[in-house]
């Protein structure tokens, strides 16, 4: 199978955007939740509501909302692959439109489940009929402190259309406009970013730091740009949280995870505590490469020879065999992702950069999109959504639409665990000394970049939030609090980081359409640390917990199901042994030296 051949199949939606049922669907589900609300509206707040109503309003909201999100995932996924294509742009702003009419019609249905009264929402609760939603209604009851009026946020609905999302989509269409002209060996070739930034793990020095300034001269020569939509969208986040009544931007993000402040500022304080691990691989890095200094686009360069590329065919053979060794069915479970078209993985003018993996239809399979460029980083990412959609198969396998939801701070478990599996796989092969200490070094710097450097992105954004509620900052000040944590991260260890690296910050997509998701990856490479270590001592034994964890999508809170396995959130030392196995493996790779 040929690169150039990896795409996408969507017919599980629709044929393409001018299919006449998507036209069908969405008159249908208009309709639909107009008579749901003229039905419903109003009788859920009684104190003579039984569990036998409100199940059947319940599963009524949940269908709707079910087929709503299929017409939002093709919309979306269509778009990923084409954003220069103007019949997809306007068919994504038509289901965008048609989107909010729809939401707004079911908008009241949990603004009025939390106007049950105490007595009436405990009977609920208990009910043993409303099981399969019990946890929806919990995580509800949660947010009522932060709810605001149904005409309040039917405003905010219709506001985000040329508000928030329209900045997203003009941040988005931005970048994919991107080319990138490009000189390797005399030949002058015409890059697209992801293709670009596939040079900064060549043994080229001068090739690497050229690649990294081609790449920020796009986003310094149109900063006036990215630092409007960074301040817009940031800005609209800190007024819907201020309004909505949350203790501070990041708790907003932590109720949608389910997962307490405490936590998260526990993972946080250990991991910024720790930076000197950072700083002691940088500083030994630089003693294998016999360099004097390194440079931002040194960071990953490759230590000795691992050079071996990696074709399509072959990279998702070898995942497939590594999970077969784990649990023969997740072996099956990505050769079938694969039979039926659901990876597109050639890069592509038009097509966004970076990788993601998406829901599919409840009893399908999910979607996964990566740029694969044939090199081993592109076999870890295509590992790591492979793990993802391993996670999502069980989800959509178990749950009901409803709790078909992953809480961040867990979505990373699979896809780090899949990481874990194929690099201790590679280190357990026949590997000489040079090779081994080469392979260590990807293994670790790929620990760095999951759980340091998106803890920094993650101080950051407290940073620029903590700005932003003050005042709009300037492109400087951005940049300027961006270098600051890259600084604190990397100390002495890298040199040149605001002159080489400060415009970096309008890269991270995360930072506008899920602000404050980077923890999450931090957070769940430190778990999965732990959880890998336990299945190197329980083996076998392991895999039915593993799979269970997987299926519960989000019907229990991350405490709720990590407590059945033994792991409290809460206790720091719980993280702190992530952090210790990392510096080991530092010390190993000294010993190596």
Known sequence: ??????????????????????????????????????????????????????????????????????????????????????????????????????????????????????????????????????????????RKPHQLTEKEEQIILMKDITGKNGFLKLYNELKSSFTFE????????????????????????????????????????????????????????????????????????????????????????????????????????????????????????????????????????????????????????????????????????GKNRGAFCAFGKLKHYPFVFVNFVDNIDSVRTLAHELGHAIQAYYIQRDQNFINMDISLAIAEIASVFNEMLIIDYLLNSDLSEEDKKALLCVFIEKNIATSFRQNAFYNFETSIHNLIEKKLPTTEEVKDLFIQEMRSMFGDSITNIKEEYASYCFVIPHFLHDPFYVYAYNMSNLLVISLYQMYLEEKEKFVPKFIKLLSVGCSQTPQEMLSDIGIDLNDPSFWQKGIKFLAGKIDELETLV
């Open 1 to 142: 199978m040929a690169s150039a051949q990896i795409t996408w199949d969507l017919n599980d939606f629709y044929k393409d955007s001018e299919d006449p049922q998507v036209e069908k669907d969405l008159k249908e589900l208009l309709k639909k939740s107009q008579n749901f609300q003229e039905r419903v509206r109003g009788n859920i707040k009684t104190n003579s509501l039984k569990a036998k109503e409100l199940l059947e309003w319940y599963k009524e909201y949940e269908a709707i909302s079910e087929n709503l999100f299929y017409l939002e995932t093709y919309s979306q996924l269509l778009y990923s692959i084409n954003t220069l294509d103007n019949k997809v742009k306007a068919f994504v702003a038509k289901i965008d439109d048609n989107k909010v009419k729809i939401q707004e019609n079911l908008l009241f249905f949990n603004l009025e489940l939390n106007e049950i009264s105490d007595a009436k929402f405990a009977e609920l609760k208990g009910n043993p009929k409303l099981e399969r939603f019990k946890h929806a209604l919990l995580i509800n009851r949660m």
């Open 182 to 349: 490009f000189e390797v060996e005399g030949e002058i070739k015409q890059l697209t970013e992801a293709e670009l930034f596939a040079y900064m793990y060549q043994t080229d020095k001068e090739l690497r730091f050229k690649a990294l300034k081609t790449i920020l001269s796009k986003y310094t020569e149109n900063e006036l740009i990215f630092t409007h939509i960074f301040n817009n969208i940031l800005k609209d986040w800190d007024v819907e949280t201020r309004r909505k009544n949350y203790k501070n931007p990041i708790s907003r993000r932590n109720l949608m995870n389910e997962i307490s402040d405490e936590v998260v500022e526990t993972v946080g304080k250990v991991t910024t505590e720790s930076y000197h691990i950072v700083q002691k691989y940088y500083t030994l890095k630089k003693k294998i490469m016999g360099l004097s200094e390194l440079h931002m686009s040194d960071l990953y360069a490759p230590v000795g020879q691992i050079e071996q590329k990696y074709k399509y065919i072959e990279a998702i053979d070898l995942i497939k065999e590594i999970n077969h060794n784990f649990h023969p069915e997740f072996k099956n479970i990505i050769a079938k992702m694969d039979e039926v078209h659901h990876i597109d993985a050639t890069p592509r003018k």
